[in-house]
Structures are given as structure tokens and as C-alpha cells.
């Protein structure tokens, strides 16, 4: 017997028995979506390399350890997309888009890390993300939040994640706290790990990201951003609060909460949870007004965020508001030779008659009992039963298989009419 091939390491199947889950979810999104009026944009899962070195820079850790990048045939440098905002902006820059105003997209699909795989995290997994490109006020940062808060409101995970806040300010305000931080980490070089202390000169900011417990006293006495921002980059932030509070949506403004690249500016964001153990966030986003120039576009503000589906199907999971996969209206058995030809025919007629019927088919014969067994494994409510009497008589005799009610034969118009009703009672 020759060796059995199985899926990578890091990558998963979603299975038959699980993808319903994931679609109720894309469901939702689209719905939100289109509630704010955002355009669906889909980009390429294989870009140029240099954009992501290029908008995440070469240094960093998902650029230096965990990109899927190879040579082509073609000898160019070309890498699995580690996100997609670069892929969007790259898109808007192409094609034009900048030139026609304000822009809103939205995007899901498969983004590739090759980090150590762990609950939740994969390396291919899926995400879900927003694009604004063109809008330079607080008001589409609020817009972008509420959102994503609606679509927790949707999703059933509104009581099951926090929004946690903060700005970072003006590229220059953010410039000199970056020095600010740096010469205060440097004078305590001796208590920073290995991590913290590589990224002293290539990511300071990053370093308040840590979670060594050894040195959060360290990063607890550490120069606040607020401390280095402009009256107008405090009130726009206030401003934004202020709208999130009229609007009634809870957040928690976090000092620590930064972004190693630069840039970033003004208002970041992530949407965390307690219910998933070390993976709390679960959304992250913020304004990115540097980021379009740098990739060679005109100046343009953006803002956006990005959901990981794999952890958004846990917490949804954890919180006991998963989705039952649809189950068929109704199970057709087919009882001898004649009725297992010419019921199939029966099978399109009723998927024609009756529009979002789900109608499973028993295919293959066998007797009776083994029909309706299978049948009423289906989940089915109905059962309906073809044989040579029905073909002769000109109908189908209607089981209910979850009501005990007794089975009667029906003309094909009166059974049309009850699957009809069947399909438009469902919510």
C-alpha cells in the first residue's frame, strides 16, 4: 500500500461538517457589509515580494521569519500574501482608484505565515478586513468601529469581546516619542530580553508589546505616548470618544497599545476576548495615512482592520451561538427499478416547482427500511416515497418524519404546495 499524503503542517481542511459554520458567518459579514456600503475587493494570494518589504519592512518578523517566499520561474522574488492591506493599496494604486475619491472595500480570504501552528492560528488562515482610502476625519474611524461592532451585535459575541483604544498621533509627534523611548529602554538595556533588545534601534515601539512578565514594571514606568501629542491630536481623539460614547459603544483607552510600523498614525484599535485564552485579539486595525505614499501612491489618508475567521468561529463556538447546519425539507426514496429512473426526473421537477427547496435524493437503491433509515438520519422533515403505485396513481405518498402525523398520498401540485409552505415558514 503506498504512503498516505495528509495536509501540511500548519495548513487544515474545513470540513463537510463544518463549513456551514463558516458560511453563516460570511453571510453576516456581507450583510454588514453592505449596510455601510463597502465594495468587495479581491486581490491575488501571490504578490511581489517587495511589497511587503516595502510596507511591513524587511526587518521585520513576519518579513525576516515567517513569509512563504520563493523564486519563480521567471527568477523574480514572490511571496504567499502574510496580509492584505498592502495587497489593497497596492490594487488602488494600480488600477486608479485614488483618482475617483473616497473609496471603501472590504476583502476575506486566505492570508500564509509560517509561524508554529497553534489552536486558532494556522499557517494558512483566513481573515476578514476593511479598507477605507481617502477620508481624513475621525468620523470614518468611528464608522469603521461601530462596523465591527455591529457585526459582533450579528455574530451573537458582543457580551464575549472588548474594544480596546488608543493614538498614536501625528507621524511627528509619533517620531519623537519614538526617540523619547529609546533613550529610556537604552539606559535600562540591562533589564530588556533578547527580543526587546533586538528591537531597540529597528521596532521600539513593539517593545510595549511584551509580555515577559520580568519586565512589565519596566514598561509600566515607561514615557507615555499622550505625553508627547499636540492640543489637536488630543482633541481628535476626543472627539472620537466622544462619538463612540454618544453612540453607546463600550471601550478601554490602553497607552500600550501601539503599532510597529511607521506608518501608522493617530487612531489604533484592536477587539479582544478573554474567551480564548493566550489568543485575546481577535480584530486589529487602525489609520495607516503614510501608508499609500510609501508604496508609491500619492499622499492619501486609509484606516482599516483585519478579523482572524478561525479565532471570530472559536469565540462564536465558545459562546454557545453556533449555527445547525441546514438540514434537507425533504428525502426522496425511490422504491424499485422504474420509480429509481423516473424519480430522479420527479427530483428536478420539484427543485424547478419550488424554489430554495433542499431535496436530498436517495441514489443507489436498496430496500424500504434502508431508505427511510436513511431518511430520517438526514434530519429531513418529510419523507416521500416514489414507487410503481405512486407512478401509476400519479403521485407521491408524503411521510412526516418529525411530526406523528400519518403519511397520505399527494398530486404533485398539492405536494409542490406543501413544500412550498414548508420552505417560506423557515425564518
Known amino acids: 500500500m503506498s504512503q498516505r499524503i495528509e495536509t501540511l503542517r500548519g495548513m487544515h481542511d474545513v470540513l463537510h461538517t463544518e463549513v456551514h459554520a463558516w458560511q453563516a458567518f460570511e453571510a453576516q459579514v456581507r450583510a454588514v457589509m453592505s449596510a455601510y456600503a463597502y465594495q468587495e475587493l479581491r486581490t491575488p494570494m501571490l504578490e511581489n515580494t517587495a511589497l511587503f518589504k516595502r510596507s511591513l519592512g524587511a526587518a521585520t518578523d513576519i518579513v525576516e521569519k515567517e513569509m512563504f517566499t520563493f523564486v519563480d520561474r521567471d527568477k523574480r522574488s514572490i511571496s504567499l500574501r502574510p496580509e492584505n492591506t498592502a495587497s489593497c493599496v497596492r490594487s488602488a494604486i494600480q488600477h486608479g482608484y485614488l483618482y475617483q475619491g473616497p473609496l471603501r472595500l472590504w476583502y476575506g480570504g486566505p492570508m500564509f505565515r509560517h509561524e508554529r501552528p497553534q489552536k486558532g492560528r494556522y499557517r494558512q488562515f483566513h481573515q476578514v478586513g476593511v479598507e477605507a482610502f481617502g477620508f481624513a476625519d475621525p468620523d470614518i474611524e468611528f464608522e469603521i468601529i461601530a462596523l465591527g461592532e455591529r457585526l459582533w451585535q450579528a455574530l451573537g459575541i458582543a457580551g464575549h469581546i472588548r474594544l480596546e483604544l488608543n493614538t498614536l498621533g501625528t507621524a511627528e509627534e509619533r517620531a519623537a516619542y519614538r526617540e523619547t523611548l529609546v533613550a529610556y529602554f537604552s539606559a535600562h538595556r540591562r533589564q530588556l530580553d533578547e527580543d526587546s533588545a533586538r528591537r531597540l534601534q529597528s521596532n521600539p515601539l513593539r517593545i510595549l508589546d511584551s509580555k515577559n512578565a520580568d519586565m512589565q514594571a519596566l514598561l509600566a514606568d515607561a514615557p507615555k505616548l499622550w505625553d508627547s501629542l499636540g492640543d489637536a491630536s488630543r482633541v481628535r481623539f476626543e472627539t472620537l470618544c466622544a462619538m463612540l460614547k454618544s453612540a453607546g459603544i463600550g471601550y478601554q483607552i490602553v497607552p500600550r497599545l501601539v503599532r510597529g510600523l511607521d506608518y501608522y498614525t493617530h487612531t489604533v484599535f484592536e477587539w479582544v476576548t478573554d474567551s480564548l485564552g493566550a489568543q485575546g485579539a481577535v480584530c486589529a486595525g487602525g489609520r495607516y495615512d503614510g501608508l499609500i505614499e510609501q508604496l508609491g501612491g500619492r499622499p492619501t489618508p486609509g484606516i482599516g482592520f483585519a478579523m482572524g475567521v478561525e479565532r471570530l468561529l472559536l469565540l462564536i463556538e465558545a459562546g454557545g451561538v453556533g449555527v445547525a ?53 438526514s434530519g429531513a422533515a418529510l419523507a416521500l416515497i416514489v414507487g410503481d403505485s405512486e407512478l401509476d396513481d400519479n403521485s407521491v405518498t408524503c411521510k412526516p418524519l418529525r411530526e406523528a402525523r400519518e403519511q397520505n398520498a399527494l398530486s404533485f401540485d398539492e405536494l409542490t404546495e406543501t413544500l412550498r409552505g414548508i420552505v417560506a415558514a423557515e425564518p
Open 325 to 377: 447546519p441546514p438540514q434537507p425539507h425533504a428525502y426522496l426514496l425511490l422504491i424499485g427499478e422504474r420509480a429509481g429512473a423516473e424519480g430522479m426526473v420527479i427530483a428536478e421537477k420539484l427543485r424547478d416547482a419550488v424554489p430554495g427547496l433542499r431535496l436530498q435524493t436517495q441514489c443507489g437503491g436498496g430496500s424500504m427500511k434502508s431508505q427511510m433509515k436513511r431518511a430520517d438520519k
